[in-house]
């Protein structure tokens, strides 16, 4: 895989997690996707890291979904100050 081929994979990858999670800012799975593809710039075989790198921010960004959810929940359980008798 070339250099130019990687990067269209990546771009695939935003354009898919940006389509899969659209409750998520597309500038914050980019961020995501392009932290990640970073880790990868020293590794010398380079035909897997567009599957790594999904596979890595998918389950980044599933987490902060979930933390997110769980958070929002928790807050809309909580009872108001000064309305509870």
């Known amino acids: ?14 354009a898919r997690l940006i389509a899969r999670y659209p409750s998520e800012p597309p ?21 897997f890291v567009p599957l790594l790198v999904e596979k890595a921010a998918r389950r980044q960004i599933a987490d902060r979904v979930t933390t997110e959810t769980a ?6 359980a909580a009872p108001l100050d000064g309305l509870v008798s």
């Open 27 to 47: 500038t914050d799975i980019e961020h995501t996707v392009r932290t990640i593809h970073q880790r990868f710039a020293n590794g010398k075989v380079r035909d």
């Open 1 to 14: 895989m070339t250099g130019d081929d990687e990067l269209l994979q990546v771009e695939h990858v935003i």
């Open 71 to 76: 958070r929002a929940e928790r807050d809309d």
